[in-house]
């Protein structure tokens, strides 16, 4: 089992910058591709950004490319996502998850065993 523990969100102005953290207890040596996710309510979730472990891949939704960066600490245990220039249509809970695979559908909430509690990001206008 892994337990995740993400953080970081907040309310902030259109432009402004957040980081959000992702740090994982328990079995971590069992994970092998942490992605993030975001959700609005009534929605589905929506997929933001993945990476390796090994930090020899990463994977950007087309919307982000060029505002988030997704990158993980020389610890074994946490990631990262920086989000750039929000804008409020950004606003939405952020979910990190791992699972225990090399994913080739990173897309996919169903690759992933282990997901966080979410942060909630919100932007003003």
């Known amino acids: ?3 995740l523990v ?3 969100g ?3 102005q259109a432009g402004g910058s957040l980081r959000l953290s992702c740090i994982a207890s328990g ?7 942490m992605g993030w996710f975001r959700q ?3 929605a589905e979730r929506e997929f933001v950004a993945a990476i390796t472990w090994s930090g020899g891949r990463t994977d950007y939704a087309d919307y982000v490319k060029g505002r988030f960066t997704i990158y ?3 610890a074994v245990n946490t990631g990262y996502q920086t989000i750039n220039s929000l804008q409020p249509e950004d606003t939405d809970v952020y979910s990190c998850a791992v699972s225990p695979r090399y ?7 169903g690759e992933y065993d282990w997901w966080g509690q979410g942060t909630q990001v ?3 206008s």
């Open 1 to 3: 089992q892994v337990q």
């Open 6 to 8: 993400d953080s970081g």
């Open 10 to 12: 907040g309310l902030v």
């Open 27 to 33: 079995r971590t040596g069992d994970w092998y591709t």
């Open 40 to 42: 609005a309510p009534g």
């Open 72 to 74: 993980k600490a020389s």
């Open 103 to 109: 994913l080739t559908r990173v897309q996919r909430t």
């Open 122 to 124: 919100t932007v003003s």
